[in-house]
C-alpha cells in the first residue's frame, strides 16, 4: 500500500511541475535571427521576402505560386548561409554539459 501512495505521489508532483505553456512563437524567432544579418545581400533578400508576403496571391495561377514558394525557399536557405555563427538547442546544451561533467 505504502509503495502505491510514494508512486502516485510523486506521480503528481511531477506533473504540477510541468510546464503548461512551452510554445514558443516562431515569428519571434525569426524575427530574432534576421535582425543578426546586417550585410547588403541579406538586406536585399528580406526586401524580396516582404515584398512576396504582400502580394495579392488570389490572382494567381497554380504555377505561379508554385513558383514564388520555389523562390521564398531558395531566399530563406540563402539568408540561412548567410548566417554566420552555431545555433545550439537547449537539449544538445544539456548534453554538452553532461559530457563535461562526466569527463571531467
Not at 57 to 71: G, H
Amino acid at each position: 500500500m505504502k509503495k502505491y501512495t510514494m508512486f502516485f505521489l510523486t506521480f503528481f508532483m511531477l506533473l504540477s511541475l510541468a510546464p503548461l505553456n512551452s510554445k514558443a512563437e516562431p515569428t519571434a524567432i525569426l524575427k530574432e535571427k534576421t535582425k543578426k544579418v546586417e550585410s547588403e545581400e541579406a538586406k536585399v533578400l528580406l526586401a524580396r521576402l516582404d515584398a512576396i508576403k504582400a502580394l495579392d496571391k488570389s490572382d494567381m495561377t497554380r504555377d505561379q505560386k508554385k513558383e514564388l514558394r520555389k523562390e521564398v525557399r531558395t531566399i530563406k536557405s540563402n539568408l540561412a548561409d548567410l548566417g554566420s555563427g552555431v545555433y545550439l538547442s537547449a537539449g544538445g546544451i544539456i548534453i554538452i554539459l553532461l559530457i563535461l561533467i562526466l569527463l571531467l
